[in-house]
C-alpha cells in the first residue's frame, strides 16, 4: 500500500516552453503533497507544500509564478515549470500524507528528471 | 544559522562489516527523525523513524539512535551486504504547527565491497 507515482519520469523540453508534472497517490487519499528538488549529490530541497483545495505555501526563494502548483484532489496534484530554462534541469520528487495517516509519515514518488535544453 | 549535515565523505567499507552513518543538525528541534535509502535516479525510500524522545530504534539489520542533547542521530547497518550499497539521508521532522515539513541532510553514499 502507500504508492505515490510521477509522471513524466523524464522529460525533455526547450528552453522557453512549460512542462508539467503529475504525483499520484494509488492506493490512498493524499490531503497533503509535498513537492521537492534534487539537484545531483544535494539534498533534497522542499520547495512547496499543497493541500488539497486550496493554494500551495512556497518556501523562501522559489517562485511561485513559476513553479505553479494545483492540488485539485485527493490524488492528485500537478507540478508546472513555467518559461522553462536550462538551471531548471532538476530531479523533481513529490512526496504524499495520507488523510487519515500520521503527520510524519510521508510517502515518496519516484521522481521526475527534467532536462531543459 | 540552521544546518543538517552527514558524514561529508563517501564511505567505503567490506561486506560483513557495521556502517555507520553519521547526522548532526544546529538550531532545529526536530520533533523526529527519519533515514531514508536513495538509489540513483529513483526517489527515497523510508528506512526508520525515531522521535524526540526516543533513544533507540531497530529493524532487522538497522539501528537508529538519537541524541537531543548531542544534536545526533547515529545510522547502522550490520552484517552489510552490496546490495546496502546506496546513498542514505536523513531527515528532520519539524514540529507539527510548522505542518510537519522534513528538512533533508545532503546524504552519505555508502559502498559496500564484496
Known amino acids: 500500500g502507500a504508492v505515490v507515482s510521477q509522471h513524466p519520469s523524464r522529460v525533455i523540453c526547450k528552453s522557453g516552453t512549460s512542462v508539467k508534472i503529475e504525483c499520484r497517490s494509488l492506493?490512498?487519499?493524499?490531503?497533503?503533497m509535498f513537492w521537492y528538488r534534487q539537484f545531483p549529490k544535494q539534498s533534497l530541497m522542499l520547495m512547496a507544500t499543497s493541500n488539497e483545495g486550496s493554494k500551495a505555501t512556497y518556501e523562501q526563494g522559489v517562485e511561485k509564478d513559476k513553479f505553479l502548483i494545483n492540488h485539485a484532489s485527493l490524488t492528485l496534484s500537478t507540478l508546472t515549470v513555467t518559461s522553462a530554462h536550462p538551471e531548471d534541469s532538476s530531479f523533481y520528487i513529490c512526496?504524499?500524507?495520507?488523510?487519515?495517516?500520521?503527520?510524519?509519515?510521508?510517502?515518496f514518488g519516484p521522481g521526475t528528471r527534467l532536462t531543459v535544453t | 544559522s540552521q544546518k543538517i549535515e552527514q558524514n561529508s565523505e563517501a564511505l567505503n567499507i567490506q561486506e560483513g562489516k557495521t556502517a555507520t552513518l553519521t547526522c548532526n543538525y544546529t538550531?532545529?528541534?526536530?520533533?523526529?527523525l527519519q533515514w531514508y535509502r536513495q538509489d540513483p535516479g529513483r526517489g527515497p525510500v523510508f528506512l526508520l523513524l525515531?522521535?524526540?524522545?526516543?533513544k533507540e530504534k531497530r529493524k532487522e539489520r538497522l539501528k537508529v539512535t538519537f541524541d537531543t542533547t548531542l544534536k545526533q542521530s547515529l545510522f547502522h547497518i550490520t552484517a552489510s551486504q552490496p546490495a546496502d550499497s546506496a546513498t542514505y539521508l536523513c531527515?528532520?521532522?519539524?514540529?507539527?504547527?510548522?505542518?510537519?515539513?522534513?528538512?533533508f541532510g545532503q546524504g552519505t553514499e555508502l559502498s559496500v565491497k564484496p
Open positions: 512526496s504524499a500524507r495520507a488523510r487519515d495517516g500520521s503527520l510524519d509519515e510521508q510517502y
Open positions: 492506493d490512498f487519499q493524499a490531503t497533503t
Open positions: 538550531n532545529y528541534s526536530p520533533a523526529y
Open positions: 531527515a528532520l521532522g519539524l514540529i507539527y504547527n510548522q505542518g510537519g515539513k522534513l528538512i
Open positions: 525515531i522521535r524526540e524522545n526516543e
